[in-house]
């Protein structure tokens, strides 16, 4: 496998992305399909050493191909498919350092505020809620009262000072978004006391592109 300093200078001899001279995906990869398949070694290299960008066009650009009136409902079916495989994955990462409550402890009603970015209405906006949290086979999990705006959905694990999981909103049919639906992943660095919690969230938009915003939780009671 090259090193990255050297696929830097070959993708800097072609023109080109380095996405392009591992996958093949994107104007130079043409129309040739490979016959060897990828190797799982191989995409796992990819995905941890490509940046956002070049994932997300490799993405893209292997849509294209998806039939027109499938590919928003195979990309969502993918999606939500690498969410689930993601909270159910048999390797667990190494304990957080610091020690945290536990999911019992932390049930309760939260005050969720987070911010987004509204490409139609050219402005950062912000989605506030309150969502009851409660303890149910070792993890957290949630749903808002209703707003306006719509309905928030958490699925959470904690682990030390750590609390990872993914998020679900489902928008209000007469609101701006006419029920569509949005779901991503969610990580917070957990306050030792169990007050707060603040992180980032990262998901899909529309145009199925990849956003990120600020996320905070703070107790209500």
């Not at 104007?27 to 995905?47: C, F, K, M, N, R």
């Not at 849509?63 to 027109?68: E, F, I, K, Q, W």
């Not at 029920?179 to 899909?204: E, N």
Request: aromatic share 6%.
């Amino acid at each position: 496998m090259p090193s990255l300093h050297v696929l830097d200078r070959l993708a800097q001899i072609y023109e080109c992305d380095a996405a392009d001279l591992l996958a093949g995906w994107g104007e130079h990869g043409g129309d040739q399909v490979s016959d060897g398949g990828t190797e799982p070694e191989t995409l796992a290299w990819q995905v941890s050493n490509l940046d956002l960008h070049q994932l997300t066009r490799a993405v893209a650009d292997w849509a294209d191909r998806l039939p027109d009136d499938q590919r928003r409902a195979l990309l969502l079916k993918l999606s939500t498919a690498a969410t689930v495989a993601a909270g159910r994955s048999g390797g667990r990462p190494p304990a957080a350092l610091g020690r945290g409550p536990s999911p019992h402890e932390l049930a309760g009603l939260w005050a969720s505020r987070y911010t987004y970015v509204s490409t139609g209405r050219a402005a950062d906006l912000e989605g506030v809620h309150r969502i009851e949290l409660r303890a149910a086979g070792g993890r957290l999990v949630g749903r808002s009262e209703p707003t306006d705006t719509g309905i928030l959905e958490l699925d959470l694990a904690a682990d030390g000072l750590l609390v990872t999981g993914s998020w679900t909103e489902r928008t209000a049919p007469s609101g701006y978004y006419r029920g569509a639906i949005y779901h991503g992943i969610v990580q917070f660095v957990l306050d030792p006391t169990g007050r707060s919690m603040i992180g980032r969230w990262l998901g899909p938009d529309r145009h199925f592109e990849i956003n990120s915003g600020r996320w905070e939780l703070h107790r209500t009671e």
